[in-house]
């Protein structure tokens, strides 16, 4: 039987937020009459005691401010964020598919309850679904030896939601077109360029044969892209034991928190973003200029996740070399890299369709500032029933509304608008996200202060997080004020920072990710309209990542049983959000921005001298120009703090706001970089070998990597080029920061 959510028992843990709620009511009304003080006295001295009273108003108003930021931690509520996410994974939720409406409406209905006015923002965009699969194992004379089975099977021991196998979608890759090949089989690693690197001096060649990768190190779209450029004819992609049932001693799900022997990693293996038709442009559901799917770059070879049951008969037919020892996984087998003699047989149809996507958002409008955006962002659409991936991170979104929500009766609002949206269809490539920032490009452009992503909000202990560097402080700053959810003493702050290392002045301080990966909904607003972003997460990895056992059991045995890291993702996710909308000044530290910027440029330096560059070719516009951006964000910070401690009128502070805002925005540049130009960011993107990971200057490495070793001229006037396009972006960005016309 379940339980009625509505029915539970308050838990100790909301009980003394309540206590808290009746003293903000308190301290609202108190609040009011202050106002109404106020007011008199203006009316009687208007001019003389202006200047003291608007200094006295203020600091009353920051006071009131951060008594609203205390109440919204003190709001924190475990069960909100369980009832909510046992609700959204109760169903598969494929995007484009009836059940992921639903979570649509749900999301709309649970927003409207708490007063956030949400609405629907709708697109139609190309999907793929599996209609046909099958993978057989032949002897070397091509006779069948096996039919892979291809089917994830219920562990048992749970409550895994609704239903089993049997109401997820089949494995598949999202894109992967259809075929029907046959081939040698040649076992590939990782599926990096190193690996084949590796296979090459080993004699292995992979021209017409099917590779056979483990998953684990890059982004599947580029294993799938890195076996097409090698002439392969498909690539099937498994989870080897090593790397997703690491300690078989432990078992697998439910007896521990390991994925299955029959459990498979869906995904994507498009490389691009947003809908493959309408690159850089909105495919809005009444018209759109659509590209044919031929010119979209999708995948040209087809490929399919397996499990390590399915796996293991290939591998074990495998003659040829030994692998290299680093290529061993978790089967008690000798591991061998084929070409052949054994051969598969792979016929795969696909549905690649126009589907429906539904995003849905919500807002609180600022009070003096309505035309300036906080967002926060996190996508709602699953491969299965989604508990880790993303709902944890859907259930944190509606706590925070909850909470939200609650402030606003108390009589709260903010300085700025506060959006919060729930993004379709991110798991084939943040679509529901792209198309909207595609379609609101230029009010974004114009008023976006942040956005703030999460999307796995929880798969296990411990924080991380990425950030463009202006908002590294921020974010910092706010893992103080919210306790650790696992060792129930000291803050967030204090056990990130433990995990980091040890810096130069003998102490550790917490490691900041960057987001030039393509692995969430930040891309879009990163490298299209140039929003400083955060995304953060509890949780490095977590094993059963895309698979049918991502469900409700798993996360309330080894996710997280008493919800409290959800809440603890909810109090920082939302108090970045809350100071970022009521500060008056924003708190975004550019001099973070150009330390890093430093990094990256002695890197390029380290990169030339190692691709013994000519002498010609030179950082030295970059060294000139970083050393402008460092003074650029001194005066920024000098600025925002004279203004801090000064009486301070809208005007002057939004002068100053707008060019904290907007000096990210001049990293972007049309041309974009090279070979990937939907990315426009001339700071951080992808790197070429892992669309997961991020990478600085992406377009000056990229062209030293061409380069390399080369003594061909055209090479190496390109990498100076891209040395001088950066350049450019970093005095652009100081010009903003400085607010003055040349
Ligand atoms: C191929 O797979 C489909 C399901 O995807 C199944 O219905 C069909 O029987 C399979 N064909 C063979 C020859 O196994
Ligand atoms: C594997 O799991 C067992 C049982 O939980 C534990 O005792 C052992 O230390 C683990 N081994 C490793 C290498 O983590
Ligand atoms: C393709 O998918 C769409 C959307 O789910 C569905 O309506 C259609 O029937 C599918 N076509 C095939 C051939 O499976
Ligand atoms: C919420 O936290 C309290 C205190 O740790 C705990 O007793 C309770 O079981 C938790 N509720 C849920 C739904 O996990
Ligand atoms: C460096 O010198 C070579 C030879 O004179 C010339 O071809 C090349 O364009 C120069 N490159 C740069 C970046 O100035």
Not at 256 to 276: I, Y
């Amino acid at each position: 039987m379940e339980e009625d959510p509505s029915s539970s028992t308050t838990s100790p843990l909301c009980r003394i937020r309540q206590a808290r709620h009746k003293q903000i009511l308190r301290h609202c009304l108190l609040n009011a009459l202050f106002i109404l003080l106020g007011a008199i006295l203006i009316a009687l001295s208007a001019t003389l005691i202006d200047r003291s009273l608007s200094a006295w108003s203020r600091r009353r108003e920051s006071i009131s401010s951060q008594r609203f930021h205390a109440a919204f931690l003190d709001l924190a509520c475990n069960t909100t964020v369980d009832r909510h996410l046992r609700e959204l994974t109760r169903h598969p939720h494929v995007a484009g598919l009836p059940r992921d409406f639903a979570t649509a409406e749900y999301v709309f209905s649970a927003l409207q309850s708490y007063g956030l006015a949400p609405h629907f923002a709708d697109y139609s965009v190309l999907l793929s679904y599996p209609v046909e699969r099958n993978l057989s194992l032949l002897h070397p004379d091509g006779s069948l030896k096996l039919e892979l089975s291809l089917r994830e099977e219920d562990p048992g021991g749970g409550d895994g939601g609704g239903g089993g196998p049997a109401a997820v979608i089949s494995s598949y890759h999202a894109y992967s077109p259809s075929g029907d090949v046959q081939g040698e089989v040649v076992y590939v690693n990782y599926g990096r360029s190193e690996d084949y690197q590796e296979l090459e001096l080993l004699g292995v060649d992979v021209r017409g044969a099917i590779v056979l990768a483990r998953y684990g190190q890059i982004f599947r779209g580029d294993i799938v892209e890195n076996a097409a450029s090698r002439g392969a004819v498909a690539a099937i992609i498994f989870s080897d034991p090593g790397d997703y049932a690491a300690n078989q001693t432990q078992g697998y799900f439910p007896d521990s928190s390991w994925l299955t022997p029959t459990g498979v990693q869906r995904g994507t293996v498009f490389q691009g973003n947003g809908d493959p038709l309408t690159p850089g442009w909105p495919s809005s559901t009444a018209n759109a200029e659509r590209i044919p799917e031929s010119r979209a770059g999708l995948p040209t070879i087809p490929s399919l996740p397996i499990s390590a049951r399915d796996a293991r008969p290939i591998l074990e037919s495998l003659g040829g070399k030994v692998a290299p020892r680093g290529w061993r996984g978790g089967f008690a087998m000798e591991y061998r890299t084929g070409r052949g003699p054994a051969k598969l047989r792979f016929h795969y149809v696909a549905n690649q369709t126009l589907a429906s996507i539904r995003n849905v958002l919500g807002a609180i409008k600022g009070y003096e500032e309505p035309d300036r955006f906080i967002l926060l962002g996190n996508h709602r659409d699953a491969w299965t029933f989604g508990a880790v991936d993303p709902n944890s991170g859907t259930a944190a979104l509606l706590e925070i509304a909850s909470r939200l929500g609650r402030l606003v009766r108390a009589g709260w609002k903010p300085r700025r608008t506060i959006v919060l949206a729930s993004w379709d269809a991110e798991e084939f490539g943040s679509v529901g996200s792209t198309e909207w920032v595609e379609e609101n490009l230029d009010l974004l452009g114009a008023r976006a202060v942040a956005y703030l992503n999460v999307d796995c909000a929880v798969s296990g202990p411990g924080f991380f997080a990425g950030a463009t560097p202006q908002l590294d402080d921020l974010l910092v700053d706010v893992t103080k004020e919210v306790g650790d959810p696992d060792t129930g003493r000291g803050s967030v702050y204090d056990s990130w920072a433990s995990r980091s290392p040890i810096g130069g002045g003998g102490k550790s301080s917490p490691t900041v990710d960057r987001l030039g990966g393509t692995d969430s909904d930040f891309v879009a607003f990163l490298q299209r309209a140039g929003v400083p972003a955060v995304d953060m997460y509890f949780g490095k990895s977590y094993p059963v990542y895309h698979s049918l056992y991502d469900n409700y059991d798993w996360m309330k045995r080894y996710g997280d049983p008493l919800f409290h890291r959800h809440v603890a993702v909810s109090s920082i996710w939302g108090l970045m959000a809350l100071r970022l909308a009521d500060c008056l000044v924003l708190p975004f530290n550019y001099g973070s921005y150009a330390t890093q910027a430093q990094v990256y440029g002695n890197a390029v330096e380290d990169a030339l001298r190692a691709a013994k560059a000519p002498h010609n070719v030179t950082a030295s516009p970059l060294r000139t120009s970083l050393a402008s951006f460092v003074e650029g964000a001194k005066q920024a910070g000098h600025d925002s703090k004279k203004l801090e401690r000064e009486i301070s009128l809208l005007l002057p502070r939004r002068t100053l706001n707008d060019r904290l805002m907007l000096a990210e925005r001049a990293f972007l540049e049309e041309g974009g970089i090279p070979g990937r130009t939907w990315h426009k960011h001339l700071i951080y993107g992808p790197s070429k070998n892992n669309g997961y990971q991020s990478e600085a200057f992406p377009a000056v490495l990229d062209a030293i990597v061409e380069a390399s070793g080369s003594t061909n001229p055209d090479k190496w006037d390109a990498v100076q080029h891209q040395i001088w396009r950066v350049s450019r972006v970093l005095e652009r960005a100081t010009l903003v920061l400085r607010g003055e016309l040349t």
